[in-house]
């Protein structure tokens, strides 16, 4: 859910900037969250505004459940100088108005920035600076200008300094604006129309990939009924809504001037780089025409602390900059490639684990939390348990959120090239996701054991598999409405919303064209009154206070929308079969599910619920008796398996009592 926050303006009073003086320079920026939280900064791109008018506003990552989540940070998003916003060609009154407006480089960005975070605000340290596009490029400003008053970095499809190609393709559109009829010269009495639509023209074709083009993208699934269209409403319109000629040409100039190393090292740009002691994650696009992978390649020669991820999307720069739903989701979480990798059911060419990271990974106490069945990291599934003051606390423990494989965001049918995608998708085990977890952990971030495994429902699973696979690596582990195997009973519930898809008319053995409306929504429809108790929905919780008229309503939006809107039929259904495959005595044992229960070193906390019908407590009470060190405690709750998730209040609030309880004890 986007935020919205008051534009607020700071006054520097006289302010030097590169081309001479601002005689009350002004600074917008806007505040999310508590101030107490890690500090972020946002700061805007070319055509970004605070206030959303014209191309891009700040919305797209901030807000709750976005990667930018007020409820854990204190995000503040800045404007530009020259964005109409702050101090601008178009609101700088005589005589530094319209063309008389002098040059502002990101160093005099910065500087005002940093001067609203310590004056203003009373930040002492930020956690993190984010951008994309001009943005990235402030973000490699910052960690520059301040390395000891920034954490971390991160630039998306961005670079440290403008490149000749980039200054040279930036030229285009300058040309055709300073160049038109009614721009004369910037001392325009009204919008200079045919300039900034040329403007707008000349700069389309560079925002996208020749690919994206070659696809129709421009179309945006029937939005427009031609490429004109497009560029007419998009582009001109774009431009022409929310902006000022002087200012597009002033804010142009800042972006082509753009250069670290011209702060210090005496503009040797390898030093630069390597003097920046934030860590730093860099995110170009693989098909950007801006700012191409190359570029952010070579700069990851110099960089001693950063991590390359390259988004792999056909929408050119704009993949960067939530014009892309499935690029966000890329942005938001990190990626693992283990090469060629062994699976149960085969292999996988180029095997990805995404995973998203809390806390100082130098923290020895290292908890491990991966997803269940219709979890996703960039729908922040995991953060019901993960925060200041939950029971996975960043503050006191280093925690590593793990994607299942056939989630969407690891390797799944959905995201896997030919020969291995949809159908094809070779069947993925338990024991597989927990080899690589063990890979990210251990060659990655260095990890030597682990404090804990929790999971819930399909994590619930894997945390029982961790201390069977990796046995001396797990100190403890905490399964949530799980179980050490999937029953017969639950493999048979499961065949019912796995035949739904299988038969529907709109499946087509996994080679649909198009989204399976049909077998999606039988499938959740069939799949939802399995996740919660009878007197659940005996006493109409289904109605959730009066979010539903009635029980349809309910399971449209719900089960049939939740799934339709966030997953891949193929996937579904994979995944599913992980799920029912799942048996510790598998991976040893020979099959004694009692001898590998009783095998397990790990201290164990096993939380059913009373009311589960996946997974119910007397199958949890079994595995307890043969476990070595373990604890039950029955979730006393009606909301059946889903207890165990993030849906009541009151369920999360007891399982975090126990979760806490149980890692602060010896």
């Known amino acids: 859910m986007s935020q919205v926050a008051e534009i607020q303006y700071y006054h520097h009073g006289r302010f030097r900037v590169a081309g001479g003086v601002l005689p009350d320079a002004i600074t917008a920026y806007q505040t999310f969250g508590n101030p107490k939280n890690p500090v972020i900064v946002f700061p805007t791109c070319y055509g970004g505004k605070l206030d959303t008018?014209?191309?891009?506003?700040?919305?797209?990552?901030?807000?709750e459940d976005k990667v930018l989540d007020p409820r854990k940070y204190?995000?503040?998003?800045?404007?530009?100088?020259?964005?109409g916003e702050s101090s601008s060609p178009s609101n700088t009154p005589a005589p530094y108005n319209g063309p008389y407006f002098p040059t502002v480089t990101y160093e005099d960005n910065i500087r005002a920035q940093h001067a609203v975070l310590t004056q203003k605000l009373g930040v002492k340290k930020v956690f993190c600076v984010i951008g994309f596009s001009m943005g990235a490029q402030q973000a490699y400003y910052w960690s520059v200008m301040y390395p000891d008053f920034l954490e971390r970095y991160i630039p998306i499809c961005g670079s440290a300094r403008t490149s000749p190609h980039n200054q040279c393709f930036l030229e285009g559109p300058k040309a055709a604006l300073s160049a038109s009829k009614d721009f004369q010269d910037g001392h325009y009495k009204s919008t200079p129309q045919h300039g900034i639509r040329a403007f707008g023209r000349a700069y389309s074709a560079w925002a996208y990939s020749q690919a994206w083009f070659a696809k129709k993208g421009y179309l945006?699934?029937?939005k427009y009924t031609s490429l004109n269209d497009f560029l007419r409403e998009d582009w001109e319109g774009g431009f022409l809504e929310g902006w000022d000629a002087n200012d597009l040409l002033t804010l142009l100039n800042t972006w082509q001037m753009g250069d670290v190393s011209l702060v210090r090292n005496g503009s040797y740009f390898a030093d630069c780089l390597g003097s920046i002691k934030a860590r730093g994650l860099i995110m170009p696009c693989k098909k950007d025409l801006y700012f191409p992978p190359e570029d952010s390649q070579n700069e990851m020669k110099f960089l001693n602390n950063a991590k390359l991820v390259i988004?792999?999307?056909?929408?050119?720069?704009?993949?960067?900059?939530?014009?892309n739903v499935h690029a966000d989701e890329f942005i938001q979480a990190e990626y693992y490639h283990h090469g060629r990798f062994k699976v149960a059911g085969g292999v996988l060419p180029d095997a990805v684990t995404a995973y998203r990271t809390y806390g100082d990974p130098n923290n020895d106490k290292v908890i491990v939390f991966p997803t269940c069945y219709g979890a996703k990291l960039a729908l922040g599934s995991q953060d019901y348990l993960v925060g200041e003051g939950k029971a996975l606390d960043p503050s006191k423990y280093f925690v590593v959120t793990f994607a299942l494989f056939c989630n969407g965001e690891s390797s799944s049918p959905s995201n896997t090239p030919a020969p291995y995608g949809g159908p094809y998708f070779p069947f993925v085990s338990y024991e597989d996701n927990i080899r690589a977890q063990h890979a990210v952990l251990t060659k990655h971030f260095g990890v030597r054991k682990v404090f804990c495994v929790v999971g819930f429902s399909m994590g619930g699973q894997q945390a029982y598999h961790w201390p069977v696979v990796f046995p001396d690596f797990v100190e403890r582990f905490v399964s949530i409405c799980s179980s050490a195997r999937t029953s017969p009973h639950n493999q048979c519930f499961l065949e019912g919303p796995k035949a739904a898809m299988l038969a529907s008319k709109d499946f087509a053995d996994g080679h649909y064209q198009s989204t399976p409306q049909h077998g999606i929504r039988a499938f959740g429809r069939v799949y939802s009154a399995w996740a919660y108790g009878q007197t659940w929905f005996r006493e109409y919780k289904h109605l959730m206070d009066g979010e539903y008229p009635d029980l349809n309503s309910f399971i449209r939006e719900r089960w049939e929308g939740g799934y339709v809107n966030n997953w891949d039929a193929n996937d579904m259904i994979a995944l599913l079969n992980t799920w029912q495959e799942g048996d510790i005595s598998i991976v040893r044992d020979g099959g004694d599910y009692e001898k590998a229960l009783k095998s397990i070193k790990a201290k164990g906390l096993i939380m059913p619920s009373k009311t589960d019908l996946y997974f119910p407590p007397e199958d949890s009470e079994t595995e307890v008796s043969h476990l070595r060190d373990a604890k039950l405690h029955v979730i006393p709750s009606i909301w059946g398996h889903v207890a165990g998730g993030s849906a009541n209040p009151p369920d999360v609030a007891f399982i975090t009592e126990k979760i806490v309880e149980f890692l602060q004890a010896p």
């Open 53 to 63: 008018n014209g191309l891009l506003g700040q919305s797209y990552m901030v807000g």
């Open 74 to 83: 204190y995000v503040v998003t800045f404007a530009l100088f020259s964005n």
């Open 220 to 222: 945006f699934d029937g």
């Open 311 to 323: 988004i792999d999307s056909e929408w050119g720069h704009m993949a960067g900059g939530g014009m």
